[in-house]
T-cell receptor
Framework: DQQVKQNSPSLSVQEGRISILNCDYTNSMFDYFLWYKKYPAEGPTFLIS?????DKNEDGRFTVFLNKSAKHLSLHIVPSQPGDSAVYFCAASDNNAGNMLTFGGGTRLMVKP | NAGVTQTPKFQVLKTGQSMTLQCAQD?????MSWYRQDPGMGLRLIHYSVGAGITDQGEVPNGYNVSRSTTEDFPLRLLSAAPSQTSVYFC???????????FGNGTRLTVT
């Protein structure tokens, strides 16, 4: 059974609007969460992370929210740009580190000009 | 900097053949790992290494071998390829345990 789930395989958003990507997890031992972005024919690249001791982390246009009681995190992109079109993976770790990761299945974001 | 380099980019094997996927990093990272990506499954950890001479199994290690003789290189060996190993394979590295992971561009493997 997948411990990290991204229930929306795809999301389409208009340029300039907000993109919200969601992720749910089942393992209560997860204490560090990351988002990766992946373009076709390339490897995933790190986007933003959050520790379980926080509920929000911002980096420019990207904000990650963590709701531990609901075992849910989300990535907000504001404003969305066509270059943000990619597959976004949510990942989690149970050793407070960013390397041994359990990934979700990914959400394909399409930002329309 | 080249970062994490994977070769080959594409490979087609017949069932039962063996091959080695190469991975090299030039960032002096101690931690290296291999993931496979399958549709809808995300990336799953195959094997990892916390330093030269040290390797361990991840979530899906069966059918794969690894070794780490140098800090720079972490090859993944398929001893007898099976169609279930058709996938995209990613090598990744990080500085110590704090990450985040830096990924190579992947090897797309098809086993017929």
């Amino acid at each position: 059974d997948q411990q990290v789930k991204q229930n929306s395989p795809s999301l389409s958003v208009q340029e300039g609007r907000i993109s919200i990507l969601n992720c749910d997890y089942t393992n209560s031992m997860f204490d560090y969460f990351l988002w990766y972005k992946k373009y076709p024919a390339e490897g995933p690249t790190f986007l933003i992370s959050i520790s379980s001791i926080k509920d929000k982390n911002e980096d420019g246009r990207f904000t990650v929210f963590l709701n531990k009681s609901a075992k849910h995190l989300s990535l907000h992109i504001v404003p969305s740009q066509p270059g943000d079109s990619a597959v976004y993976f949510c990942a989690a770790s149970d050793n407070n580190a960013g390397n041994m990761l359990t990934f979700g299945g990914g959400t394909r974001l399409m930002v329309k000009p | 900097n080249a970062g994490v380099t994977q070769t080959p980019k594409f490979q087609v094997l017949k069932t039962g053949q063996s091959m080695t996927l190469q991975c090299a990093q030039d960032m002096n990272h101690e931690y290296m790992s291999w993931y496979r990506q399958d549709p809808g499954m995300g990336l799953r950890l195959i094997h990892y290494s916390v330093g030269a001479g040290i390797t361990d199994q991840g979530e899906v290690p069966n059918g794969y071998n690894v070794s780490r003789s140098t800090t720079e290189d972490f090859p993944l060996r398929l001893l007898s390829a099976a169609p279930s190993q058709t996938s995209v394979y990613f090598c990744a590295s990080s500085y110590g345990s704090t990450g985040p992971l830096h990924f190579g561009n992947g090897t797309r493997l098809t086993v017929t």
